[in-house]
Nanobody, 119 residues
Framework: QVQLVESGGDLVQPGGSLRLSCAAS????????MGWYRQAAGKQRELVAV?????STNYADSVKGRFTISNAENTVYLQMNGLKPEDTAVYYCNARIKSWAWGPVDDYWGQGTQVTVSS
C-alpha cells in the first residue's frame, strides 16, 4: 500500500504565502508524476500543478506566476505566493505510482489540506 500525507494548509491573508508538502510512503517502486489539485466549496476538483520525475511541470492558468511546484525524492511541494481569496479550497495531493517493476501505475490521493485566504 501507498500513503500520501499532506501538510501546510492554513488561514492566510490575501497576498500571503504558504508552502504545502506531500510525502509518499509505502510500497513504491517508481513515481511517474506527482501533483496538486484543489476543490472549492460547491465546485469540482481542478488541477493546480503537476510535475513529472523528469522535472516537467504544468500549471493551471489561474496560478501561473504565483505558484511553484517542486519535488525531492518522494515528496512534492507547492509554494504558493500572492494568495487570493479565490485560492481558498481543499488542496489534494495526487501521485501515479508503480509498486513493483512489472505492476500497473496506480493513482493515489492524499486526505486533503485546507487553505483559506481571507482578511
Amino acid at each position: 500500500q501507498v500513503q500520501l500525507v499532506e501538510s501546510g494548509g492554513d488561514l492566510v491573508q490575501p497576498g500571503g504565502s504558504l508552502r504545502l508538502s506531500c510525502a509518499a510512503s509505502g510500497s513504491i517502486f517508481s513515481i511517474n508524476l506527482m501533483g496538486w489539485y484543489r476543490q472549492a466549496a460547491g465546485k469540482q476538483r481542478e488541477l493546480v500543478a503537476v510535475i513529472t520525475t523528469g522535472g516537467s511541470t504544468n500549471y493551471a492558468d489561474s496560478v501561473k506566476g504565483r505558484f511553484t511546484i517542486s519535488n525531492a525524492e518522494n515528496t512534492v511541494y507547492l509554494q504558493m505566493n500572492g494568495l487570493k481569496p479565490e485560492d481558498t479550497a481543499v488542496y489534494y495531493c495526487n501521485a501515479r505510482i508503480k509498486s513493483w517493476a512489472w505492476g500497473p501505475v496506480d493513482d493515489y490521493w492524499g486526505q486533503g489540506t485546507q487553505v483559506t485566504v481571507s482578511s
